[in-house]
Protein backbone atom coordinates (compact mmCIF):
# COMPACT_ATOMS: atom_id res chain seq x y z
CA UNK A 1 0.00 0.00 0.00
CA UNK A 2 1.55 3.37 -1.55
CA UNK A 3 1.84 6.12 1.34
CA UNK A 4 1.08 10.04 -0.26
CA UNK A 5 2.50 12.98 1.12
CA UNK A 6 0.87 16.16 1.19
CA UNK A 7 3.14 19.45 0.80
CA UNK A 8 2.39 21.89 3.49
CA UNK A 9 1.61 25.01 1.48
CA UNK A 10 3.82 27.64 2.40
CA UNK A 11 2.41 30.82 3.75
CA UNK A 12 3.73 34.23 4.33
CA UNK A 13 3.38 35.95 7.45
CA UNK A 14 1.31 38.68 7.48
CA UNK A 15 3.53 41.50 8.55
CA UNK A 16 6.12 39.76 5.80
CA UNK A 17 2.73 40.18 3.89
CA UNK A 18 2.54 44.00 4.99
CA UNK A 19 6.17 44.63 4.77
CA UNK A 20 6.65 42.92 0.97
CA UNK A 21 3.08 45.16 -0.28
CA UNK A 22 4.60 48.18 0.82
CA UNK A 23 7.79 47.52 -0.43
CA UNK A 24 6.14 46.53 -4.05
CA UNK A 25 3.89 50.00 -4.12
CA UNK A 26 6.72 52.13 -3.66
CA UNK A 27 8.39 50.27 -6.21
CA UNK A 28 5.83 50.64 -8.31
CA UNK A 29 5.12 54.43 -7.55
CA UNK A 30 8.91 55.20 -7.92
CA UNK A 31 8.72 53.95 -11.50
CA UNK A 32 5.53 55.78 -12.17
CA UNK A 33 7.59 58.77 -11.19
CA UNK A 34 10.46 58.35 -13.33
CA UNK A 35 8.36 58.07 -16.45
CA UNK A 36 7.96 60.71 -19.05
CA UNK A 37 3.86 61.12 -18.38
CA UNK A 38 3.73 59.49 -14.82
CA UNK A 39 6.30 62.18 -13.63
CA UNK A 40 3.93 64.87 -14.57
CA UNK A 41 1.33 63.68 -12.11
CA UNK A 42 3.31 61.12 -9.64
CA UNK A 43 5.95 63.10 -7.46
CA UNK A 44 7.96 60.46 -5.94
CA UNK A 45 7.98 59.25 -2.52
CA UNK A 46 11.46 60.66 -1.92
CA UNK A 47 9.54 64.46 -2.79
CA UNK A 48 6.33 63.44 -0.98
CA UNK A 49 8.03 62.45 2.25
CA UNK A 50 10.02 65.52 2.15
CA UNK A 51 7.28 67.71 1.82
CA UNK A 52 5.17 65.88 4.53
CA UNK A 53 8.04 66.77 6.80
CA UNK A 54 8.38 70.53 6.27
CA UNK A 55 4.85 70.33 5.96
CA UNK A 56 4.62 69.02 9.51
CA UNK A 57 7.27 71.06 10.69
CA UNK A 58 5.63 74.55 10.04
CA UNK A 59 2.78 73.13 11.60
CA UNK A 60 0.29 73.33 8.93
CA UNK A 61 -0.36 69.73 8.43
CA UNK A 62 -1.52 69.03 11.92
CA UNK A 63 -4.04 71.82 11.32
CA UNK A 64 -5.47 70.78 7.87
CA UNK A 65 -5.52 66.99 9.74
CA UNK A 66 -7.30 67.95 12.87
CA UNK A 67 -9.60 69.99 11.01
CA UNK A 68 -10.52 67.64 8.28
CA UNK A 69 -10.67 64.84 11.31
CA UNK A 70 -13.16 66.74 13.08
CA UNK A 71 -15.30 67.02 10.56
CA UNK A 72 -15.65 63.29 9.30
CA UNK A 73 -15.83 62.24 13.30
CA UNK A 74 -18.88 65.02 13.99
CA UNK A 75 -20.66 64.16 10.79
CA UNK A 76 -20.07 60.58 11.17
CA UNK A 77 -21.46 60.67 14.51
CA UNK A 78 -24.09 62.71 14.59
CA UNK A 79 -25.15 60.94 11.15
CA UNK A 80 -24.87 57.10 12.90
CA UNK A 81 -27.12 58.43 16.11
CA UNK A 82 -29.92 59.71 13.59
CA UNK A 83 -29.84 56.65 11.33
CA UNK A 84 -30.18 54.46 14.30
CA UNK A 85 -33.94 54.75 15.06
CA UNK A 86 -35.11 56.11 11.76
CA UNK A 87 -33.86 52.73 10.61
CA UNK A 88 -35.26 50.80 13.09
CA UNK A 89 -38.63 52.39 12.94
CA UNK A 90 -38.65 51.87 8.91
CA UNK A 91 -37.78 48.21 10.14
CA UNK A 92 -40.27 48.05 12.54
CA UNK A 93 -43.52 49.77 11.46
CA UNK A 94 -44.63 48.47 7.87
CA UNK A 95 -46.78 51.00 7.32
CA UNK A 96 -43.99 54.19 8.15
CA UNK A 97 -41.56 51.95 6.00
CA UNK A 98 -43.98 51.88 3.24
CA UNK A 99 -44.10 55.63 2.73
CA UNK A 100 -40.71 56.59 3.89
CA UNK A 101 -38.27 54.21 2.34
CA UNK A 102 -38.95 55.59 -1.62
CA UNK A 103 -37.86 58.67 -0.35
CA UNK A 104 -34.72 57.32 1.68
CA UNK A 105 -33.89 55.18 -1.84
CA UNK A 106 -34.38 58.16 -3.59
CA UNK A 107 -32.28 60.49 -2.11
CA UNK A 108 -29.25 57.78 -1.63
CA UNK A 109 -29.22 57.58 -5.36
CA UNK A 110 -28.13 61.48 -5.59
CA UNK A 111 -24.51 62.09 -5.37
CA UNK A 112 -23.90 64.13 -1.71
CA UNK A 113 -22.01 66.74 -3.73
CA UNK A 114 -25.12 67.88 -5.18
CA UNK A 115 -26.54 68.99 -2.27
CA UNK A 116 -23.41 71.41 -1.53
CA UNK A 117 -25.67 74.28 -3.27
CA UNK A 118 -28.46 74.19 -1.36
CA UNK A 119 -26.21 73.48 1.94
CA UNK A 120 -24.61 76.50 1.13
CA UNK A 121 -27.87 78.58 1.55
CA UNK A 122 -29.21 76.90 4.48
CA UNK A 123 -26.51 77.32 6.31
CA UNK A 124 -23.93 79.25 5.18
CA UNK A 125 -20.57 78.76 4.24
CA UNK A 126 -18.92 78.12 7.98
CA UNK A 127 -18.15 74.99 9.84
CA UNK A 128 -21.58 73.36 9.53
CA UNK A 129 -21.75 73.12 5.99
CA UNK A 130 -18.88 70.51 5.71
CA UNK A 131 -20.74 68.39 8.79
CA UNK A 132 -24.03 68.32 7.27
CA UNK A 133 -22.91 67.63 3.61
CA UNK A 134 -20.72 64.83 5.33
CA UNK A 135 -23.98 63.73 7.22
CA UNK A 136 -26.10 63.36 4.48
CA UNK A 137 -23.82 60.85 3.06
CA UNK A 138 -23.26 59.36 6.21
CA UNK A 139 -26.85 59.06 7.17
CA UNK A 140 -28.65 57.86 3.97
CA UNK A 141 -26.07 54.55 3.53
CA UNK A 142 -26.14 53.53 7.21
CA UNK A 143 -30.27 54.03 7.41
CA UNK A 144 -30.63 52.14 4.22
CA UNK A 145 -27.68 48.99 5.78
CA UNK A 146 -29.52 49.27 9.59
CA UNK A 147 -33.11 48.87 7.61
CA UNK A 148 -31.90 45.94 5.95
CA UNK A 149 -30.56 43.90 8.99
CA UNK A 150 -33.84 45.27 10.77
CA UNK A 151 -35.84 44.01 7.87
CA UNK A 152 -34.31 40.16 7.90
CA UNK A 153 -34.35 39.53 11.51
CA UNK A 154 -35.39 36.05 11.32
CA UNK A 155 -39.58 35.92 12.20
CA UNK A 156 -39.23 32.71 14.21
CA UNK A 157 -37.02 34.67 17.10
CA UNK A 158 -39.63 37.10 17.05
CA UNK A 159 -42.53 34.70 17.42
CA UNK A 160 -40.57 32.51 19.96
CA UNK A 161 -40.34 35.53 22.26
CA UNK A 162 -44.32 35.81 21.45
CA UNK A 163 -45.19 33.02 22.74
CA UNK A 164 -42.71 33.28 26.03
CA UNK A 165 -44.81 36.25 26.54
CA UNK A 166 -42.55 39.03 25.29
CA UNK A 167 -44.02 42.71 24.52
CA UNK A 168 -42.90 44.46 21.78
CA UNK A 169 -40.12 47.06 24.12
CA UNK A 170 -38.60 43.36 25.16
CA UNK A 171 -38.40 41.69 21.67
CA UNK A 172 -36.95 45.45 20.13
CA UNK A 173 -34.13 45.58 22.43
CA UNK A 174 -33.37 41.73 23.17
CA UNK A 175 -33.93 40.06 20.16
CA UNK A 176 -34.34 42.26 17.30
CA UNK A 177 -31.05 44.80 18.07
CA UNK A 178 -28.71 41.86 19.18
CA UNK A 179 -29.91 40.23 16.04
CA UNK A 180 -29.05 43.59 13.77
CA UNK A 181 -26.15 44.50 15.14
CA UNK A 182 -23.64 42.78 12.40
CA UNK A 183 -25.54 44.85 10.12
CA UNK A 184 -25.20 48.08 12.46
CA UNK A 185 -21.41 47.58 12.30
CA UNK A 186 -21.29 47.32 8.69
CA UNK A 187 -23.28 50.08 8.35
CA UNK A 188 -20.49 52.22 10.26
CA UNK A 189 -17.94 50.70 8.13
CA UNK A 190 -19.76 52.16 5.20
CA UNK A 191 -20.69 55.12 6.83
CA UNK A 192 -17.33 56.18 7.11
CA UNK A 193 -16.37 55.40 3.49
CA UNK A 194 -18.83 57.96 2.87
CA UNK A 195 -17.44 60.32 4.77
CA UNK A 196 -14.05 60.17 3.62
CA UNK A 197 -14.85 60.19 0.17
CA UNK A 198 -17.27 63.36 0.71
CA UNK A 199 -15.01 65.14 2.60
CA UNK A 200 -13.21 66.91 -0.17
CA UNK A 201 -16.41 67.66 -1.76
CA UNK A 202 -17.52 69.14 1.72
CA UNK A 203 -14.09 71.08 1.99
CA UNK A 204 -15.37 73.44 -1.38
CA UNK A 205 -17.93 74.99 0.45
CA UNK A 206 -15.52 77.70 1.35
CA UNK A 207 -13.39 76.28 3.70
CA UNK A 208 -10.03 77.98 5.07
CA UNK A 209 -8.43 74.84 6.78
CA UNK A 210 -8.40 71.51 5.57
CA UNK A 211 -7.09 68.24 4.00
CA UNK A 212 -9.35 68.72 0.85
CA UNK A 213 -8.12 72.51 1.10
CA UNK A 214 -4.46 71.53 0.94
CA UNK A 215 -5.12 69.46 -1.47
CA UNK A 216 -7.28 71.73 -3.96
CA UNK A 217 -4.89 74.62 -3.45
CA UNK A 218 -1.77 73.05 -3.97
CA UNK A 219 -3.28 71.45 -7.32
CA UNK A 220 -3.21 75.09 -8.53
CA UNK A 221 0.58 75.75 -7.76
CA UNK A 222 0.82 71.93 -9.42
CA UNK A 223 2.50 70.93 -5.70
CA UNK A 224 2.22 67.20 -6.95
CA UNK A 225 3.85 66.10 -4.13
CA UNK A 226 1.46 67.87 -1.70
CA UNK A 227 -1.39 66.60 -2.73
CA UNK A 228 -0.38 62.98 -3.33
CA UNK A 229 0.85 63.57 0.18
CA UNK A 230 -2.86 64.67 1.29
CA UNK A 231 -4.06 61.40 -0.77
CA UNK A 232 -2.11 59.26 1.34
CA UNK A 233 -2.97 60.83 4.81
CA UNK A 234 -7.00 60.85 3.51
CA UNK A 235 -6.54 56.94 2.90
CA UNK A 236 -4.60 56.40 5.74
CA UNK A 237 -7.25 57.92 8.18
CA UNK A 238 -9.75 55.72 6.70
CA UNK A 239 -7.28 52.29 7.62
CA UNK A 240 -7.24 53.20 11.19
CA UNK A 241 -10.88 54.44 11.36
CA UNK A 242 -12.06 50.94 10.11
CA UNK A 243 -9.69 49.25 11.98
CA UNK A 244 -11.67 50.55 14.92
CA UNK A 245 -14.39 49.55 13.64
CA UNK A 246 -13.20 45.96 12.79
CA UNK A 247 -11.78 45.35 16.43
CA UNK A 248 -15.78 46.40 17.47
CA UNK A 249 -16.67 44.32 15.41
CA UNK A 250 -14.31 41.20 16.98
CA UNK A 251 -15.66 41.87 20.10
CA UNK A 252 -19.60 41.47 18.72
CA UNK A 253 -18.98 38.41 16.98
CA UNK A 254 -17.13 37.03 20.20
CA UNK A 255 -20.07 37.51 22.15
CA UNK A 256 -22.63 36.12 19.54
CA UNK A 257 -20.53 32.99 19.34
CA UNK A 258 -20.67 33.07 23.34
CA UNK A 259 -24.23 33.31 23.33
CA UNK A 260 -24.73 30.38 20.17
CA UNK A 261 -22.15 28.50 21.97
CA UNK A 262 -24.15 28.28 25.74
Avoid at 54 to 71: M, V, Y
Avoid at 93 to 98: A, F, R, S, T
Amino acid sequence: MGSSFKKKAFTIPKWLGAILSLALALLVWQLISMSPTGGKVFASPVEVFKSAIETAKSGLLSKHFIASTKRIITGFLLAFICSLPVAFILGWYKNICMLVEPWIQFLKNIPPISYIPLVIVAVGVGEESKVVVIFIACFLTMTITIFQGVKNVDNTLIKAARVLGANDFTIFFNVVIPASSPFILTAMRLGLSSALTTLIAAEMTGAAKGLGVMIQSSSQYFRMDIVLMGILIIGVLGLLLQKIVRLLEKQVASWQDTIEEG
